[in-house]
């Protein structure tokens, strides 16, 4: 047969035979594009049997060869550079310069995810350069690790001046502390604070990082938070809320950082994040026999040293057109990254039924037998929708910009929401249950699933009995929310005689606007404590999100590479890291230059 340059179809006959060629040193199908891992005959029969012999197995010899001659028509089109891109030394140059950059990843064992970022810094250092930077440019750039050092230490402070003065004019800022472990088992406390201006524009920036080097006590942490905050030359008279992770060194009306505010006469809120309590009331449907049965299995797959099963189970799944190709593990201490694992396992739970017969290991049988049962099949649907349903709570408690008000409603949303689905489920109304209208579909009216209702029920108690420092907020809330019709002798009788003439004002019952938009329109002179009311609550953090997304950069930061940073860069690399305000580059560059210079 004819061959080429960038084609060429194998002269064996049992691969003519399977549509399968060589294309630059590579064996791939000419039908799907499938590559197997090894090339031998067998793998490549069987590959064919399963995905393409019911179309193509009643071919002859002459009507193989002359598909495969139309394919390869088009797999030379593909392959073929075009002749403009030649001509074309723009392209020709930047093809050379990503083939320079990708030499260096690979040499310096750098991800492949790098190249972009160095990208981002050839135009970062062309832009300073005015859109021309010459190679001896280039080479003068100072870039050293104590140059980067003493650079990244000038953006800090620039950054610290800038919190210290929004620290200063504002009314009200908020604290959220978190504590965890580096690899080093050193304890680092995680300070952000919530800065509401008179405008009610708001900046979320991390405050500091602490090293606790011995206990982390609720004194340890008071401490260490109060210097915090003497630094910036701030106390806690404009604190509005503090929002922890619930920890007993934080929430301990005695010896906890909650006491140790007590014994000082500092009456501030003291709030459990509200995402960590939602983690937490989601927790009842982990008892369900399907999750604990779906955990083994995965373990069986692909869990510990189970290097062969799981790669046997890929290829398995690759070889079938599964929806997924692999079935991720959960963190139990993530409990939430459970919804992804059930929805995944349920969608390819069928091809996972014949791996495990095709497997035909003893150990398997229980698993097999429960896979083919409808009550467990009954279970497992229902389970996956409900820790969807959790999922997509917590993922709108994630959303950045929101404030506590926003955080409660999202709650108390999802509460009215239990309420429906359990009517739903004893309706037969599956709206909220597309896993279950599934296995409605396949097996009929043998599925039960109004049994599972009793999980409802629990998530309806815990979410009922969680969220107590939520519920002394609620009275607040409400005001806050829709000032014109919250009951006026509910609230703080401060705030009542500016509540009669706000609810009777006519140029406001108009108005759409509810919340802060709301408390944005009020005139300060006509409503100064409501204002101020509205500058509080605005001010409050309702979880200890950035904390959790900050200790994920931490990681990044202080890998086994990186683990002797000083307790003097770690801090200054996660406020560069996370902060949020625009650097003026060219203000710092002057100021060196003219210190540089003596001036």
Same mark, same amino acid.
């Given at each position: 047969? $004819?061959?080429?340059?960038?084609?060429? &179809?194998?002269?064996?006959?049992?691969?003519?035979?399977?549509?399968?060629?060589?294309?630059?040193?590579?064996?791939?199908?000419?039908?799907?594009?499938?590559?197997?891992?090894?090339?031998?005959?067998?793998? /490549?029969?069987?590959?064919?049997?399963?995905?393409?012999?019911?179309?193509?197995?009643?071919?002859?010899?002459?009507?193989?060869?002359? &598909?495969?001659?139309?394919?390869?028509?088009?797999?030379?089109?593909?392959?073929?550079?075009?002749?403009? #891109?030649?001509?074309?030394?723009?392209?020709?140059?930047?093809?050379?310069? #990503?083939?320079?950059?990708?030499?260096?990843?690979?040499?310096?064992?750098?991800?492949?995810?790098?190249?972009?970022?160095?990208?981002?810094? /050839?135009?970062?250092?062309?832009?300073?350069?005015?859109?021309?930077? =010459?190679? $001896?440019?280039?080479?003068?750039?100072?870039?050293?690790?104590?140059?980067?050092?003493?650079?990244?230490?000038?953006?800090?402070?620039? /950054?610290?001046?800038?919190?210290?003065?929004?620290?200063?004019?504002?009314?009200?800022?908020?604290?959220?502390?978190?504590?965890?472990t580096d690899i080093r088992h050193m304890s680092q406390l995680s300070i952000f604070t919530r800065i509401v201006q008179d405008d009610y524009s708001c900046v979320e920036e991390l405050l500091d990082f602490a090293v606790l080097r011995?206990?982390?006590?609720?004194?340890?942490?008071f401490l260490a938070v109060e210097e915090i905050l003497q630094k910036f030359n701030i106390d806690f008279s404009k604190c509005s809320s503090i929002t922890t992770d619930g920890a007993r060194a934080m929430t301990g009306l005695k010896?906890? +950082?909650?006491g140790q505010l007590k014994q000082r006469n500092l009456n501030i809120p003291i709030i459990h994040c509200i995402i960590h309590q939602e983690a937490l009331a989601g927790k009842v449907v982990k008892l369900s026999t399907a999750m604990?049965?779906?955990?083994?299995?995965?373990?069986?797959?692909?869990?510990?040293?189970?290097?062969?099963?799981?790669?046997?189970?890929?290829?398995?799944?690759?070889?079938?057109?599964?929806?997924?190709?692999?079935?991720?593990?959960?963190?139990?201490?993530?409990?939430?990254?459970?919804?992804?694992?059930?929805?995944? +396992?349920?969608? /390819?739970?069928?091809?996972?039924?014949?791996?495990?017969?095709? *497997?035909?290991?003893?150990?398997?049988?229980?698993?097999?037998?429960?896979?083919?049962?409808?009550?467990?099949?009954?279970?497992?649907?229902?389970?996956?929708?409900?820790?969807?349903?959790?999922?997509?709570?917590?993922?709108?408690?994630?959303? =950045?910009?929101?404030?506590?008000?926003?955080?409660?409603?999202? &709650?108390?949303?999802?509460?009215?929401?239990?309420?429906?689905?359990?009517?739903?489920?004893?309706?037969?109304?599956?709206?909220?249950?597309?896993?279950?209208?599934?296995?409605?579909?396949?097996?009929?009216? &043998?599925?039960?699933?109004?049994?599972? =209702?009793?999980?409802?029920?629990?998530?309806?108690?815990?979410?009922?009995?969680?969220?107590?420092?939520?519920?002394?907020?609620?009275?607040?809330?409400?005001?806050? $929310?829709?000032?014109?019709?919250?009951?006026?002798?509910?609230?703080?009788?401060?705030?009542?005689?500016?509540?009669?003439?706000?609810?009777?004002?006519?140029?406001?019952?108009?108005?759409?606007?509810?919340?802060?938009?709301?408390?944005?329109?009020?005139?300060?002179?006509?409503?100064?404590?409501?204002?101020?009311?509205?500058?509080?609550?605005?001010? *409050?953090?309702?979880?200890?999100?950035?904390?959790?997304?900050? +200790?994920?950069?931490?990681?990044?930061?202080?890998?086994?590479?990186?683990?002797?940073?000083?307790?003097?860069?770690?801090?200054?690399?996660?406020?560069?890291?996370?902060?949020?305000?625009?650097?003026?580059?060219?203000?710092?560059?002057?100021?060196?230059?003219?210190?540089?210079?003596?001036?």
């Amino acid at each position: 047969m $004819e061959k080429n340059k960038y084609i060429q &179809v194998f002269e064996k006959s049992w691969e003519i035979n399977y549509f399968f060629s060589c294309i630059s040193d590579r064996t791939i199908c000419l039908l799907c594009g499938y590559e197997p891992s090894v090339v031998k005959k067998f793998v /490549i029969e069987r590959h064919f049997k399963r995905r393409h012999a019911e179309d193509y197995s009643n071919y002859s010899n002459s009507e193989k060869l002359s &598909v495969i001659e139309g394919l390869k028509l088009v797999y030379q089109e593909n392959s073929i550079p075009s002749s403009s #891109s030649n001509d074309d030394s723009s392209s020709q140059k930047s093809l050379q310069a #990503s083939y320079a950059v990708s030499l260096l990843v690979a040499q310096n064992s750098k991800p492949f995810t790098e190249g972009v970022f160095v990208k981002n810094c /050839i135009i970062e250092a062309v832009k300073a350069f005015g859109n021309s930077l =010459t190679l $001896e440019q280039a080479m003068n750039i100072p870039l050293s690790a104590k140059t980067v050092t003493s650079r990244i230490a000038d953006i800090n402070d620039s /950054i610290e001046d800038k919190l210290q003065d929004l620290l200063k004019s504002c009314k009200y800022f908020s604290l959220c502390l978190d504590e965890s472990t580096d690899i080093r088992h050193m304890s680092q406390l995680s300070i952000f604070t919530r800065i509401v201006q008179d405008d009610y524009s708001c900046v979320e920036e991390l405050l500091d990082f602490a090293v606790l080097r011995d206990t982390t006590t609720g004194l340890d942490i008071f401490l260490a938070v109060e210097e915090i905050l003497q630094k910036f030359n701030i106390d806690f008279s404009k604190c509005s809320s503090i929002t922890t992770d619930g920890a007993r060194a934080m929430t301990g009306l005695k010896i906890g +950082f909650a006491g140790q505010l007590k014994q000082r006469n500092l009456n501030i809120p003291i709030i459990h994040c509200i995402i960590h309590q939602e983690a937490l009331a989601g927790k009842v449907v982990k008892l369900s026999t399907a999750m604990e049965t779906i955990t083994k299995i995965i373990n069986e797959i692909k869990g510990g040293h189970k290097f062969l099963t799981h790669r046997k189970f890929k290829l398995f799944l690759d070889e079938h057109k599964a929806v997924y190709t692999d079935v991720p593990l959960h963190c139990p201490v993530r409990w939430l990254s459970a919804a992804k694992c059930l929805q995944v +396992f349920f969608a /390819i739970r069928k091809e996972i039924l014949l791996f495990l017969k095709e *497997m035909n290991k003893s150990k398997f049988h229980e698993y097999i037998s429960l896979l083919e049962d409808v009550t467990f099949l009954t279970e497992l649907a229902f389970i996956t929708d409900i820790s969807n349903q959790l999922r997509l709570l917590n993922l709108k408690l994630q959303k =950045t910009d929101q404030n506590i008000s926003q955080l409660v409603s999202h &709650v108390n949303s999802f509460r009215r929401k239990l309420q429906a689905l359990k009517c739903h489920l004893n309706s037969n109304i599956f709206h909220f249950f597309p896993s279950c209208q599934i296995i409605l579909e396949e097996h009929g009216s &043998v599925c039960n699933f109004k049994e599972y =209702t009793h999980f409802i029920d629990s998530l309806i108690d815990e979410f009922n009995t969680r969220f107590t420092c939520f519920e002394k907020l609620k009275i607040e809330l409400i005001l806050f $929310e829709n000032p014109l019709t919250a009951p006026i002798e509910e609230q703080h009788v401060d705030l009542q005689d500016e509540l009669f003439d706000l609810q009777n004002d006519n140029s406001l019952k108009t108005v759409k606007e509810t919340g802060v938009d709301f408390y944005k329109m009020l005139k300060e002179s006509s409503y100064p404590k409501l204002r101020d009311f509205g500058l509080r609550i605005h001010s *409050m953090f309702g979880s200890t999100y950035l904390c959790e997304t900050s +200790f994920s950069k931490m990681k990044l930061m202080k890998n086994e590479r990186r683990s002797s940073l000083s307790d003097d860069t770690l801090p200054r690399l996660m406020r560069v890291a996370t902060s949020n305000m625009q650097i003026d580059v060219s203000a710092l560059a002057n100021k060196g230059f003219r210190k540089s210079d003596g001036v």
